[in-house]
């Protein structure tokens, strides 16, 4: 069975860092595209960071300079390090990845919530 399990959420003063992973199983077919959405309460499900399997990202440009995404292809795992961050960071990050025949998964959401 397919599925995308993050980790490493959680409660963080402003300033902090926390560093996501999610690392994907039971895909069968090459992920292309790794990354991460987050939602905040009341608003949708917005880009982070995304990054390809040749390793070109793309950020949003609220966390650019501040989060860096990585990835191990060999293990299908995605990371994402967030340094300075900001009460606005506070939402739900769910892990996204991209197959070669375009199917997409989506992890279970993990909690981020930076306190002023």
């Known amino acids: 069975q397919a599925q995308l399990v993050e980790s490493g959420g959680g409660l963080v003063q402003a300033g902090g860092s926390l560093r996501l992973s999610c690392a994907a199983s039971g895909i069968i077919f090459s992920i292309n595209v790794m990354g991460w959405y987050r939602q905040a309460p009341g608003k949708q499900r917005d880009l982070v960071a995304t990054?390809?399997?040749?390793?070109?990202?793309v950020y949003a440009d609220s966390v650019k300079g501040r989060f860096t995404i990585s990835r191990d292809n060999a293990k299908n795992t995605v990371y994402l390090q967030m340094n300075s961050l900001k009460p606005e960071d506070t939402a739900v990050y769910y892990c996204?990845?991209?197959?070669?025949?375009?199917?997409?998964?989506w992890g279970q959401g993990t909690q981020v919530t930076v306190s002023s």
């Open positions: 996204y990845a991209a197959t070669s025949r375009l199917v997409s998964y």
């Open positions: 990054i390809r399997s040749d390793g070109i990202t």
